[in-house]
């Protein structure tokens, strides 16, 4: 039977069989999945069976439902698909695909420069990655954060480690906004293997990058200047 692996900063914390036709994921405590976090909307997503295939449905969230690093409004789902919902992530385990087709299915992830993956499963893939003559892996995954520059915050310096992180009031945000109107979330970065990218929560603008307007997600380089809800922040790329 095919299931979901409720984790949370890469502890499980439940394992939920997908033996319904149709499994809700939410805030409000009626879901199949509740995920209590703030950055969830009350009815956030569903997971419903056509046939032999799962697919997600994002349910006009506020924060977007993610699979395998894509915002999705209608995804089929895979052996081995990551979602992310808020600061939840939740892995798709289709029992019925053959072992070794799961296992391709893995080392082909490890070129899509959008997948997401828990720690656990990325050292198993890094491990089978080609290695150069000093015996490492070719290629690290860029890591970076932000320096505040202009603006209010609780620190000046914000190493961005997850795979999706925000700005904004909420109490779960990376970078933290004060002021009574800021917005719970105003701003998502997503980390790819590649690098980082930047978007606004609705979609819409509301974002400046090195003094223009963005909109959708926009991909950050070494340096640039953000402007985001009264901050003003510079990006960076920490070396290896």
Known sequence: MAKILLKFKEAALKEIPLDKEVI??????????????????????RIFKKGDQFYIEDLSSLNGTFVNGKKISVC????????????????FVSEA????????TKDKDLMDETIMIDAKLKDEILAKAPKSEAGKVEQKDILGGFVVIEGSTEKKEYEVTDRISTIGKDQNSLIKLKGFFAPKVAALINRKKDGYTISSSTGGKGIRVNGRDIEGQHKLHEGDVVEVSGLKLQFYIKEN
């Open 24 to 45: 809700t994921i939410g805030r409000k405590a009626t879901n199949d999945i509740h995920v209590d976090n703030l950055a969830v909307s009350g009815a956030h997503a």
């Open 97 to 104: 695909q053959p072992k070794k087709q799961a296992e391709q």
């Open 76 to 91: 089929t789902l895979t052996d081995t698909d990551v979602i992310i919902i808020g600061k939840h992530t939740l892995n």
